[in-house]
């Protein structure tokens, strides 16, 4: 009976190459695309999830009020660690984590930069990195010990032993390499390349005791016997026992699970809101279900649409004693068979795109063959798919009576609603949900990258400070300018894309004492409105030259000034980390953080800061940008000639702030296309389907007198009424998801019409041109073939 069923299935493939090519590359374009999206899903959801003792692991965070909000963030102070530990006995360990920038690593002639962390000498007991080589418990004891990924050792030392060796970091210390450690997962939120022991950051004057300098990640790791219950009480008022202004305040402290750390991030007033992350990840997961979902859909409406061709057939069977649960295993397990094929054609599909797919997302997916849960999750896969697809046939074939099959009156009078349509339009409202949501999402990164930044980013690029740089950057500056490389050069706290110090509890004349606004903090020493043309609303630029007072000068922006409520700003005085620094200028807000959030109010402070880490020139715009940057490098390397010249364009930095959106977009549009794709084949399918059975009909209407586009029209109205009904379903569930989903952004487009008419055109026109092929082909048929068998 088996052998019959498989005999069977495949004398049907055969017999219907047409309808069986599309069934099995709709549903492997289908899969292909929800195996994709399950990857990403997956890497997603086990971020960090590795860790043997995750489950004990949690982030310290801060929770105060600013703004008449309750905010939270997870930077805290360096002191936080050691005190916890002292103080709370649940706690096991906690450990510091420091972020290193671009340090230079030297070792012979060879030298490279590259990012890694400085952590407490517990972070190899409290997280499962694994160490290749080298004692866990002792690696960082040392203050120049250093651990080394497999990739940076190979890239330092070749093929030798790393283990033991010595290397300079910074052009300063020597330090021994006392482990190797396997490469980061692409997984996990620690993506650094080296480690180096907390007791040298001390070393180098980079530790503190302050609980005002919230400047570091602090991971605690609670005892086994601990809950979380027995220590937030104590955790919510620690700070306030070391801290007079936390007490004031009411400063709270709190810790965040790992398991939540990647996924949910959002708070409201101080309050876990469960967004974050895990909304794109139910979005693509729910876009992966409906995409497999139309790709059955497909298969489903194909073969019931071809019930007349395995009616008799049925009949038969039941004539000679099959049972209906036996016609339902024999059609299912045709489906199942139908889908290891697609599956076979998806697998290929998702091996070839893996590259592309990988770039796009800015991921390391891959399919890992060597694990037998990935073949007893791929066989899952395909018996899901298969039972899915073949579900309503099998039942729809199983249910015909041989009595009536037989005679040739099984057949029903068209209905107003079937099952086929509703499919039908099913594929399509998600289909134009999707080209909806695309548009509205490009819309809103468009008006974010349009939105004036408020200052010129053309030709402008920044360098960090390394070595020498500050030494001597008085010859460098002079030197950009003489070469005629540069037309303006400052120095900086930050880059211009960045905010690396906010603070608050300023002071000013006629300050409301309940007043908690947050300030961003940025330092420049001179002409930093020259070098980046911002607008002056008030006052003048910083010129040391002209004015040595503007060392103590401070500019600030729109939004400041609506805080500190000065009629005449310009000379008021505004104390700050111990000094009065007197207001020289208003400028116009500038963004320097995300384009689709509020400007927040802004101090620009003069050089008496002395916090300076990058420097920032303005090309000369009059010359090529190559040969500006070649002159550049030359003198960098003449005055700091150990290190690389490792310049950035503000204008790229500033880019990279649309990259999730953009990714969401691209993602959009590439399910919305692939969903559209496997939707017309469908169509196609059923269009073919029609015009064959239609074809005496056809041959009729042409013998009297009917036109092309009468018959085209009459092939075509029925389908174009399904995705018109498609879209007036879709039309208001689309706009209600991107109202949602524009709501978590301060700057928004509003949804307009036009894009609901724009997406009912597409579809149409898409469905028109899927389905017009076989219409065109049916009507301009010689009727004397389809009628010369009656």
Known sequence: ????????????????????????????????????????????????????????????????????????????????????????????????????????????????????????????????????????????????????????????????????????????????????LKDFPNHSRFTSEYLIPWSYLRHTGGDDSSWGNNS???????????????????????????????????????????????????????????????????????????????????????????????????????????????????????????????????????????PAYNQLTDKKLFIDFADINTWLAGMGFIVFTGVLAGSYPAFFLSSFQPAKVLKGTFKKVHALVTPRKILVVLQFTFAIILIICTIIVKQQIDYARDRQTGYDKNNLVYHFFSNDIEKNYALIKNELLASGAATSVVKTNSPLTEVWSDGWGQEWEGKDPNDKTDFY?????????????????????????????????????????????????????????????????????????????????????????????????????????????????????????????????????????????QRQGTLAALFAGLTIFISCLGLFGLATYMAENRIKEIGVRKVLGASVTGITALLSKDFLKLVIVSFIIAAPLSWWAMYKWLQDYSYRVSIQWWVFALACLVSVMIALLTISYQSIKAAVANPVKSLRTE
Not at 294 to 308: K, P
Not at 554 to 569: A, R
Not at 584 to 589: A, L, P, Q, R, S
């Open 216 to 354: 570091t990640r602090t991971y605690v790791m609670l005892k086994p016997n601990a809950t979380l219950a027995s220590v937030a009480p104590k955790l919510q008022v620690l700070k306030q026992k070391y801290d007079e202004e936390a007490r004031t305040d009411k400063w709270e402290m709190f810790i965040y699970p790992l398991r939540k750390w990647r996924l949910y991030s959002g708070f409201t007033n101080g309050v876990e809101d469960g967004r974050g992350r895990i909304e794109f990840v139910r979005l693509f997961g729910i876009i992966a279900a409906f995409i497999l979902l139309i790709a059955c859909i497909n298969f489903m409406n194909l073969s019931t649409a071809r019930s007349e061709k395995r009616a008799k057939e049925v009949g038969i069977r039941k004539v000679v004693g099959a049972r209906k649960g036996t016609l339902v295993g024999q059609f299912i397990g045709e489906s199942i068979l139908l889908s290891f094929l697609a599956a076979l054609l998806a697998l290929i599909i998702v091996v070839i795109s893996l």
């Open 521 to 661: 903090r940025y330092v420049a020493d001179d002409g930093l409105g020259t070098a980046t043309g911002m607008q002056f609303v008030q006052g003048r630029d910083f010129d040391l030259k002209k004015f040595p007072t503007d060392s103590t000068g401070m500019i600030i922006n729109e939004s400041s000034l609506k805080v500190m409520k000065f009629k005449e700003p310009l000379g008021k005085t505004v104390k700050d980390n111990g000094i009065s620094w007197h207001i020289i200028g208003v400028i116009k807000d500038f963004i320097i953080t995300s384009p689709y959030e509020p400007i927040r109010p802004m101090l620009i402070m003069g050089a008496k800061s002395n916090w300076f880490q990058t420097v920032l020139i303005k090309l000369n715009d009059k010359q090529p940008v190559a040969q500006n940057l070649k002159a550049a490098e030359t003198i960098f390397k003449k005055y700091n000639p150990e290190y690389p010249f490792d310049y950035k364009f503000v204008d790229e930095e500033y880019a990279k702030k649309f990259e999730n959106e």
């Open 1 to 180: 009976m088996i052998k019959n069923f498989f005999k069977t299935a495949y004398r049907n493939l055969v017999r219907n190459k047409g309808f069986s090519t599309i069934n099995i590359t709709g549903l492997a374009i289908g899969m292909a695309s929800a195996m994709l999206i399950l990857l990403w899903i997956q890497n997603e959801v086990s971020y960090d999830q590795f860790h043997d003792k995750k489950d004990r692991i949690y982030e310290a965070w801060n929770r105060a009020r600013f703004d008449g909000k309750l905010m939270c963030w997870n930077t805290t102070p360096k002191i936080l660690a050691r005190t916890l530990e002292h103080d709370l006995p649940e706690v096991e360990r906690a450990v510091r984590v420091n972020w290193n920038s671009n340090l230079l690593f030297t070792v012979g002639d060879k030298r490279i930069m590259k990012s890694g962390n400085t952590v407490d000498t517990g972070f190899l007991q409290m997280f499962s990195f694994p160490l290749l080589r080298g004692n866990p418990a002792t690696a960082l004891n040392d203050m120049h010990s250093i651990l080394l990924t497999e990739k940076m050792a190979k890239s330092l030392f070749g093929n030798e032993d790393a283990m033991g060796k010595i290397l300079k970091v910074d052009n300063k210390d020597n330090f021994t390499v006392t482990g190797i």
